[in-house]
């Protein structure tokens, strides 16, 4: 059975960095392109970026420059490093195997709440 856990949320003020975590189990990480997803109040979720098998990123243009993603296969876990957090990215957090389109591979976790306010 296939199980992703996601922490290290919390609250941060504005200007501030977080690091997330996200663990598999039933699946190698390795293997799958992995990404980073996010859903706010009242809006639809959206990826974040994502990471390739090769270690190759790819970032939504709003978190561009500011969010890193990273993973030790070792751990079998992904990583996402946010830094300069606004209110705008207030948020849950999810990660998850990422298909061709909008697919994603596996059940969607509980994900880690981000609440970024002064």
């Known amino acids: 059975q296939v199980q992703i856990v996601e922490s290290g949320g919390g609250l941060v003020q504005p200007g501030g960095s977080l690091r997330l975590s996200c663990v598999g189990s039933?699946?190698?990480?390795?293997?799958?392109?992995m990404a980073w997803y996010r859903q706010a109040p009242g809006k639809q979720r959206e990826m974040v970026g994502w990471?390739?098998?090769?270690?190759?990123?790819v970032y939504d243009e709003s978190v561009a420059g500011r969010f890193t993603i990273s993973r030790d296969n070792a751990k079998n876990s992904v990583y996402l490093q946010m830094n300069s957090l606004g209110p705008e990215d207030t948020a849950v957090y999810y990660c998850?195997?990422?298909?061709?389109?909008?697919?994603?591979?596996?059940?969607w976790g509980q994900g880690t709440q981000v609440n970024v306010s002064s």
């Open positions: 990471i390739s098998n090769n270690d190759f990123t």
């Open positions: 039933g699946i190698i990480f390795r293997d799958n392109v």
């Open positions: 998850n195997i990422k298909l061709s389109g909008t697919r994603v591979g596996a059940s």
